[in-house]
């Protein structure tokens, strides 16, 4: 019996090293990984600064030289309905009230 114990504990030690080696692995393979991504996601805003540099450049010219159009105030005032005639509001009626007996009465 003592014999079997210590080699379930030998086996229980093994194991959990190669568990412990394994999730080591696995963490510096994830960490080089991100690290991989930080650097191509680096790379890329590297490689699109002159395109925003120049972005940025022609929007302060246009602004000194006032060749755009902010549309800030473009469309103030709110476009009017246009009825039509005979929808129901164009009388002074509710809508949904027949008052076609107003007229056939007489």
Known sequence: KILEKEKEDEEYANNTAQ??????????????EERLQANRAKRRWEHGRDARAMGWRMFETNIRTKRFHDMSSHNIEREREHRAERDGRADGVPRGIDVSYKKNWR
């Open 19 to 32: 568990a412990n080696e394994e999730r080591l692995h696995k963490g510096a393979k994830r960490v080089a």
